[in-house]
């Protein structure tokens, strides 16, 4: 029984020693093309697996790290991030190349964990790659929810909100008496943006109260979408290295779908709110009141096929955007 085992693992190494042959040593005729082609110079010092990513890190800031590295190799260079190579540009006139004329080749990205494990797997078009899906999420945003007509209908929201939390800056100040009281405005601006989106999303308002209460659906939104922008910022390991994803160094997938799942639960009580009102209320809902959410049940159908992903999750996902 040995023996056969150590046949069949013998059997399995030359195999994977044959198949890197074949793809590495002996390229086939669109490999031998794509190598003729002209490339961004490398900088020197690239290691296996991780390319030039211990480059990048240390004390000095990344943009005086590249700024050496276009000093001595050009203003196009590429550098390997682990699997993945990307394209640094230090010129103005070669940036505008990209996003005017070469606008389409640099539209996408590369998949992500983030957008993976936090954005309802590769839901949220702008985490996910160019393609079909994009496009479409893309065209309902720019003529259904971003159109000057509907940002028009919702003035009120803004006004309203300015209104509200003037008016709480008021009751604060006047709290004291007429002792001088301390007003953190960064919060309060934070405050007014907030319920602006709130309010044009979903049609929700949070206060000051109940947002720094974790035991409310504010409080607990408030932190969930705090971890979640710190977690879209990470860098992740396996972004970079994907055959090491199962290793989950610093535990970053696990801490993106224990937030995923946070977001999901409101976003999911919202959505069901939202559908159920729009079975109760026979007539379209007016346009004043209608928000984002509600514009998306009328133009997407239950049984709208979205390139794999139900309209749920697609609401969802452009939610979150």
Wanted: hydrophobic share 40%.
């Amino acid at each position: 029984m040995d023996s056969l085992t150590h046949f069949f693992s013998i059997l399995g190494l030359l195999a994977l020693l044959l198949h890197f042959y074949f793809k590495r040593i002996i390229p086939n005729s669109s490999e031998a093309s794509k190598s003729r082609r002209v490339r961004a110079p490398q900088p020197s010092g690239a290691l296996p697996l991780i390319g030039h990513l211990h480059l990048l890190r240390g004390k000095v800031p990344l943009a005086r790290t590249l700024g050496a590295m276009a000093d001595k190799h050009g203003p196009i260079l590429s550098v390997r991030l682990g699997s993945h190579r990307a394209l640094v540009v230090s010129s103005w006139e070669f940036v505008k190349e990209c996003f005017t004329t070469n606008d389409a080749i640099f539209a996408s990205r590369p998949v992500l964990a983030v957008s993976k494990y936090l954005g309802y797997d590769q839901a949220v078009f702008a985490l996910v790659p160019y393609g079909p899906y994009w496009r479409e999420v893309r065209k309902i945003v720019t003529l259904e929810l971003l159109t000057n007509r509907r940002l028009e209908q919702l003035k009120h929201v803004r006004e309203s909100e300015v209104d509200f939390c003037t008016m709480d800056l008021h009751l604060l100040c006047r709290k004291n008496g007429d002792s001088p009281t301390r007003v953190a405005m960064n919060e309060w601006f934070g405050y007014l943006t907030g319920n602006i989106i709130m309010r044009m999303l979903a049609g929700k308002r949070f206060s000051a109260s109940t947002c720094d209460n974790s035991d409310t659906e504010e409080g607990h939104l408030k932190e969930a979408i705090r971890k979640a922008v710190y977690l879209s910022g990470i860098f992740v390991v396996s972004d970079a290295i994907p055959w090491l994803e199962w290793v989950d160094i610093g535990g970053h997938v696990k801490s993106m779908k224990q937030t995923y799942k946070e977001i999901d639960a409101v976003l999911g009580r919202w959505l069901q709110e939202h559908v159920q009102k729009s079975m109760e209320i026979s007539d379209n809902i007016n346009g004043d009141e209608a928000d984002f959410i509600d514009v998306m049940l009328s133009v997407l159908a239950e049984d709208t096929p979205m390139f794999g992903h139900k309209r749920d999750d697609v609401i969802k996902a452009t939610t979150m955007v």
